[in-house]
């Protein structure tokens, strides 16, 4: 059974940063592309970020320039870094993961992926 364990998350204040990791058991890490979503209050959950297999990434729009997606297959983590946090970046923030064959194939749509876990919150505020 695949499971998907989020840390890192906290209070922060604007133009601060933060690291969230994405811890993978059950399954080999290495066969998965992990993307980072949030979902602030009243709200849908969005897309932030996505890293392939091979640890190419895709960034949302509002994130571009902000944060940084690495991937440790030996530690089976996902790290998203973000720097320069506004107030509006406050929200849940989850990583899941998904199968793929292709070492480059990056997925952006959450509707797209299998597993997820339960969340960290991240609070932008002074």
């Known amino acids: 059974q695949v499971q998907l364990l989020e840390s890192g998350g906290g209070l922060v204040q604007p133009g601060g940063s933060l690291r969230l990791f994405c811890r993978m058991s059950g399954r080999t890490f290495s066969n998965y592309v992990i993307g980072w979503f949030r979902q602030a209050p009243g709200k849908e959950r969005e897309f932030v970020a996505t890293?392939?297999?091979?640890?190419?990434?895709v960034y949302a729009d509002s994130m571009k320039g902000r944060c940084i997606s690495s991937r440790d297959n030996a530690e089976a983590t996902a790290t998203l870094q973000m720097i320069n946090l506004k107030p509006e970046d406050t929200a849940v923030y989850y990583c899941?993961?998904?199968?793929?064959?292709?070492?480059?194939?990056?997925?952006?749509?959450?509707?797209?992926?299998?597993?997820w876990g339960q969340g960290t919150q991240v609070t932008v505020s002074s």
């Open positions: 890293i392939s297999r091979s640890g190419g990434s």
């Open positions: 899941a993961g998904v199968t793929a064959t292709s070492p480059n194939l990056v997925r952006t749509n959450l509707d797209e992926y299998e597993y």
